[in-house]
């Protein structure tokens, strides 16, 4: 009986390590900058199945569908049953997500979820409060990025 109890203790250790050790996922929701492959600065917003995107140039784009598969990332913006791989999709570490594809590789910076962000824009006059927060971070991001690093 008491081999029994030793036994079943081991397995109940066992099992409560592997919980201990197992690899959190992360979480990719959430307000995003980045500067796009030509240098345009950009924010996105990750919500559980659409993303949006602010451009200074262009303002608020449709919102685009995507999908996580493994370790990659599909869109959808054509509202059909296909989905592009936009790339490999991984974490440097809870505050950047990385983007690789052939071409590209692109470094999203995680927006503290204080700030004046594109989920809280909820009409025309928001968007000039908006517009102020976002030169601002877009300032903040040029100068936390070391001379010569990718954008």
Known sequence: MKNL?????????????????????KIITGNWNYFQ?????????????FMNFYEYDIGLRSQIKYLIIKDSIYINNKNTEQYKNLGKL?????????IENANDTSYLYRIDKKQFTI??????????????????RKNLLLSTIPDGADL
Do not use: P, Q, R, T
């Open 119 to 136: 989920d809280k824009l909820k009409n025309k006059d928001d968007e000039s409060i908006y517009l102020i927060e976002f030169h601002k």
């Open 5 to 25: 109890y030793y036994l079943l203790s081991f397995f109940i250790l066992l099992g409560s390590c592997n919980n201990i050790n197992m690899k959190k996922e």
């Open 90 to 98: 991984f974490f440097k570490n809870n505050n950047i997500l990385v």
């Open 37 to 49: 492959s030509n240098g345009a600065y950009a924010e996105v917003y990750f919500d559980s199945k």
